[in-house]
């Protein structure tokens, strides 16, 4: 019986699975995983999706196979229905959407699988480990800078009292080499963080929060795909109108300035964060950039400079994205596929005009396995 219900619960899974990649091109316009995302797991709306159960007829109501009928007897239920009869129900319709649980590897797989993305291929390091001491337990020998003093103590008063040495009027507790007691420690490997998401975003005036919430949504399924290649994921974000600077996740998605517009000023943030804390050697470097194209007309030479120079360089992938605006020109990206060319190896542009298009800018962001 055991073995006949796990059947019964992977092949449900199965169905859950490919619901979720049916309607996986909904959730991700939709931005609705966001809001359900916990620390390992993701809860998930599947419609139409009918959970087995018992479903009891009307008992003694009469009908076929109810004892002797008549000649004329109306076969089913009751008679004849009335319009407008009976009071405002108190029982739950059909219908309702269930809501299960998949971990963000699962919802990678899904991901990976239906956007046909290559696994990737990090580069230098990718299986970068540190040793993590761990104090679990107590020993007899050990320096005396790890000596557990409440232990010591407490096994030199044990000593005096079964000894009869304890005076309760002169409670001195002297402890002597056999009391002593040291915390001691064991090592783990632990995977080391070996890649780092860097988020650039422009938050001056025309980026308005529509086009703020469809980054997120990106971010998310950027997020899941790539903490899925690696063991461990860092993540850094980066904020600029005419200045820019480091910020946390709620300030990256919430901030909002009035200020003019110089992309320069967030590489020149990125490229000072991967030299003093990235080493591209120790590193696989991802860098995603958003913005609605804008960008003060004599700081466009400075900012494609710099990228050439000093980030595309040191990174697996720096990848481009110009969310559409009411109030943005949408001029950079035709500056960036201008320099570097449709095809350039470390460099990918996607343009998203609205959520609709997120889909297909994450196929092209991801899609080279970089």
Not at 101 to 113: H, K, P, R, V, Y
Not at 128 to 147: H, M, V
Not at 195 to 206: C, P, Q, R
Not at 343 to 356: C, N
Request: proline share 4%.
């Amino acid at each position: 019986m055991i073995l006949k219900i796990e059947r019964d619960q992977r092949r449900f899974k199965q169905i859950v699975r490919g619901r979720v990649r049916e309607n996986l091109r909904k959730y991700i316009t939709h931005g609705e995983m966001i809001g359900r995302k916990g620390k390992d797991l993701v809860s998930i709306p599947v419609p139409q999706l009918d959970v087995p159960h018992f479903r009891f007829g009307n008992n003694g109501a009469g009908g076929v196979g109810q004892g002797d009928g008549e000649e004329g007897d109306q076969v089913g239920r009751g008679g004849e229905p009335q319009e407008g009869a009976g009071q405002a129900g108190k029982d739950p319709g059909g219908g309702h959407v269930l809501e299960v649980e998949l971990t963000l590897d699962e919802l990678a797989e899904i991901l990976g699988d239906e956007l046909e993305l290559p696994r990737i291929e990090p580069k230098g390091n990718a299986t970068l480990q540190q040793e993590k001491a761990k104090y679990n337990s107590i020993r007899k020998t050990g320096p005396e800078s790890l000596r557990h003093f409440k232990r010591t103590y407490l096994g030199a008063l044990k000593r005096q009292i079964s000894t009869g040495t304890y005076q309760p009027h002169d409670p001195r507790v002297i402890p002597i080499k056999e009391d002593k007691r040291y915390r001691s420690w064991s090592t783990e490997e632990q995977p080391e963080a070996n890649a780092v998401i860097i988020y650039m975003m422009d938050v001056s005036g025309s980026m308005t929060d529509d086009q703020k919430q469809i980054v997120r949504t990106e971010s998310f399924w950027i997020d899941t795909w790539l903490s899925q290649q690696y063991n461990g994921l860092e993540r850094r974000y980066i904020i600029h109108d005419a200045a820019a600077k480091e910020v946390d996740e709620h300030a990256f998605y919430h901030t909002r300035e009035s200020g003019g517009t110089r992309i320069s000023s967030a590489y020149r943030v990125c490229a000072q964060l991967i030299q003093e804390s990235f080493s591209p050697t120790d590193w696989n470097i991802y860098c995603f950039q958003f913005s609605d194209g804008d960008n003060w007309g004599e700081d466009s030479e400075d900012s494609l400079a710099m990228l050439r120079e000093t980030i595309l360089p040191h990174v697996n992938l720096f990848c481009y994205g110009q969310v559409e605006s009411p109030y943005g020109s949408g001029e950079y990206l035709r500056s960036l596929t201008s320099a570097f060319g449709e095809d350039h190896e470390q460099l990918v542009v996607s343009e998203i005009e609205d959520r609709d298009a997120i889909y297909e800018s994450i196929k092209t962001f991801l899609g080279k396995g970089k």
